[in-house]
T-cell receptor, first 114, second 122 residues
Framework: TQLLEQSPQFLSIQEGENLTVYCNSS?????LQWYRQEPGEGPVLLVT?????EVKKLKRLTFQFGDARKDSSLHITAAQPGDTGLYLC??????????????FGQGTILTVHP | GAVVSQHPSRVICKSGTSVKIECRSL??????MFWYRQFPKKSLMLMAT?????????EQGVEKDKFLINHASLTLSTLTVTSAHPEDSSFYIC??????????????????FGDGTRLSIL
């Protein structure tokens, strides 16, 4: 069973601050996805990273995939109240009987105060 | 982009009732769909993998007779919570992705999620 450790679990910051969320595993993933979820809704895909060492930027969000494809980070610059939500990382298992199955991190509840 | 529709969005019913939740992929085919359960302010917990045309694969600790899964077509999977009790109250979410296998046998297609079903058993 693959595990994905996500930290921190809670983050409460002021508008304008920067933050980083981490996901770490001892297992290799074929890809890693980051989602954002608001209460009462399903997770919405932010990005998929596939290649080791890959960096993707989405406006103020920067996503990195570790060289060994075992870890990832999400960095938000100048956070805004609209960034508030539950952030989830999820690693996709490679092939075999677990094809397409995602391993989720514990989630990070981010609150950005005006 | 890929859209997954989940219905109903909210169910309130009496203890002992069976409840069916539908998950549809609207613009792609999915041989595999996934069902999750989520508790407040927690991450998603995989319940089972729904396979088109065959039996679902359940995660350890999930009662297959309690949570019946049927995946009769490439665009529809259903989860039926049988004889629901208050402890079954939760947020249930499905996901699916277009069926595609990359050159090393893995899936780089992201999962797309439904909007979830809030189940409340009185």
């Amino acid at each position: 069973t693959q595990l994905l450790e996500q930290s921190p679990q809670f983050l409460s910051i002021q508008e304008g601050e920067n933050l980083t969320v981490y996901c770490n595993s001892s297992s290799v993933f074929s890809s890693l996805q980051w989602y954002r979820q608001e209460p009462g809704e399903g997770p919405v895909l932010l990005v998929t990273v596939v290649t080791g060492g890959e960096v993707k930027k989405l406006k103020r969000l920067t996503f990195q995939f570790g060289d060994a494809r075992k870890d990832s980070s999400l960095h938000i610059t100048a956070a805004q109240p609209g960034d508030t939500g539950l952030y989830l990382c999820a690693g996709a298992e490679a092939g075999g009987t677990s094809y397409g199955k995602l391993t989720f991190g514990q989630g990070t509840i981010l609150t950005v105060h005006p | 982009g890929a859209v997954v529709s989940q219905h109903p969005s909210r169910v309130i019913c009496k203890s002992g009732t069976s409840v069916k939740i539908e998950c549809r992929s609207l613009d792609f085919q999915a041989t595999t769909m996934f069902w999750y359960r989520q508790f407040p302010k927690k991450s998603l917990m995989l319940m089972a993998t729904s396979n088109e045309g065959s039996k679902a694969t359940y995660e350890q600790g999930v009662e297959k007779d309690k949570f019946l899964i049927n995946h009769a077509s490439l665009t529809l999977s259903t989860l039926t919570v049988t004889s629901a009790h208050p402890e079954d109250s939760s947020f249930y979410i499905c996901s699916a992705s277009p069926t595609y296998r990359d050159s090393v046998g893995g899936s780089n297609q992201p999962q797309h999620f439904g909007d979830g079903t809030r189940l409340s058993i009185l």
